[in-house]
């Protein structure tokens, strides 16, 4: 899968880079945006707009990382769970059984996981239109494609407002409507369009929240778990009884402990999705500032700490 | 209680049956058992597992009913499973407290 090695840069330009490269290119270019949306200019406005636009892709790139691990860990910590308690199974009916059973858990977790990820998707291109939109000489027919994909949104979020992810129902979860106005904009495309479908959105951002708080929860008892039964597998069990040590036994001992830290750390979605909704409401508001800003790249930096954390302890064995 | 806190209690017991089943002490604890109070313990281990993806899956308004009607054993259950979890006395005390545990929720939603 492509997250797993690669995260791709922010933009709409389909460019990928290593994750090392992704901090400087996103803090250079919402810098670049600062000094703009400090000078106070039209031309501000549309760079604000671009600018979490570049900062909504960039959380949905995170984002699908997150839920990318979220789905195998779920189908790790299944599967190793499976192999230790297999022999407490005594005839081929259970084993079948059981084990079709949990296939079938788990493809319904995963669809979910997977509704979430297009909704995010859905999210980053209404972001990409409104950017659009900002610029004055758009077509009109944007407007149109605004509503298009507001309708898509729409269809998508009741299944994952009704959904329940490890016993907590999402639609729970959800945080409280934010009050807000929207401010008077030059392009009244952009104006309009903030108008009929401004509330609505800072909804559809805060279910992304909700559903991240309740996916943080899961995700990080299956880590647990996965790396409590590798712990005792590949650390304890070696030590207690092998003759010789594996020569990667240290290096694999020190993996599996900070990626029990990561798995403490799981909530970094729910807290960049949180950020972006307060940057959504500052930008409807025209007043984007730079802790704004900063406070989103901080939370999109953490969910890929995360993930990097959980990849390391995932992928060199 | 409503029967999404009875929902959201049950499960998060689950959860921290499983992650103390799968937990170094509870593996060094097991291996000095019975043969066959390992093999319980490994078959305890798969009906947790499996009772935690079945509950976290089911929709809470399909099973509201069941959880209200088993709310009591539920509660008692959950108490007195994480009582022996907390203390790890005996492999067999433990045992029955899960086993115990997991046949409520069977009549909740179905296990295999």
Redesign the interface.
Known sequence: MEHRDHIPVIGTSGSICRRGSLRPALSAVFFAGLLQIMGGCATARLTQFHNFAQAGTAYVKASQAVLDEAGTAAIEA?SL??Q??????RTVDERR??IV??NQ??R??LLLLREIGRHGRLLQSYFETLAALADPKAPATLGTAAQGIFDSIGRLSPAIK?A??????IQ?HIPQAANFVVQAFKVKALENELKARSSDIEREIALQEAAFSVISS?LE?DL??KL??E??EEV?EPFSTAKDLPRSWAVRREEILRARVAAASARAGQEAASKLRESFVALVENRLSEPSIAGIIAAINSMLDLTEEIKKATTSK | MDS?QI??S???QL?KT??RL???EW?AKVQGAPPEQR????????RV??AR????????QEIADQLKANEQNLLDGQKSLQGELDKLATVEAVLKAVSSFVNVVARIVPL?
């Open positions: 299944d769970i499976a230790k308690g297999r022999d407490g199974l059984e059981f059973g949990e858990e788990l319904k977790r009704n329940s992810l490890g016993g907590v129902k729970d899961t008892t647990i778990v409590q039964l712990e005792t304890i | 999404a929902y959201s049950t499960l998060e959860n499983l992650v799968t937990s170094p593996d093999q319980k313990a490994l078959a305890e281990l798969l597992q499996h993806l079945v509950l976290a899956n089911a929709a809470l295999i």
